[in-house]
Nanobody, 124 residues
Framework: QVQLVESGGGLVQAGGSLRLSCAAS????????MGWFRQAPGKEREFVAG????????TYADSVKGRFTISRDNAKNTLFLQMNSLKPEDTAVYYC?????????????????WGQGTQVTVSS
């Protein structure tokens, strides 16, 4: 079993920054992809960023490219998302996810494990 636990969400003003963390435990593998998704009220869950552990190769949604940075600490089995220049439209619940392959899919249903989510609210 794999557990993913997010932390670091909160309330921030537009233009501010937050850093999300995701601690992974259980039967993880360094061949898996890891990623961040988000879901705003009334909207579908969408891909934000992904990283291939063994690469590292990263990919981002166009809406966050240049503002968000995904990274990982292999030794601590932890995934990060540094979010800068935050906008009100970034407000959502952010989820950490793991996929039992090195592929960086953008479709949520292709990912195998999910965290419980952490709320990010950006005020204008």
């Amino acid at each position: 079993q794999v557990q993913l636990v997010e932390s670091g969400g909160g309330l921030v003003q537009a233009g501010g920054s937050l850093r999300l963390s995701c601690a992974a435990s259980g039967r993880t593998s360094n061949t898996w992809a890891m990623g961040w998704f988000r879901q705003a009220p009334g909207k579908e869950r969408e891909f934000v960023a992904g990283i291939n552990w063994s690469g590292p190769r990263t990919t981002y949604a166009d809406s966050v490219k240049g503002r968000f940075t995904i990274s990982r600490d292999n030794a601590k089995n932890t995934l990060f998302l540094q979010m800068n220049s935050l906008k009100p439209e970034d407000t959502a619940v952010y989820y950490c996810a793991a996929e039992r392959s090195p592929n960086l899919h953008r479709i949520p249903k292709l990912w195998d494990y999910w965290g419980q989510g952490t709320q990010v609210t950006v005020s204008s």
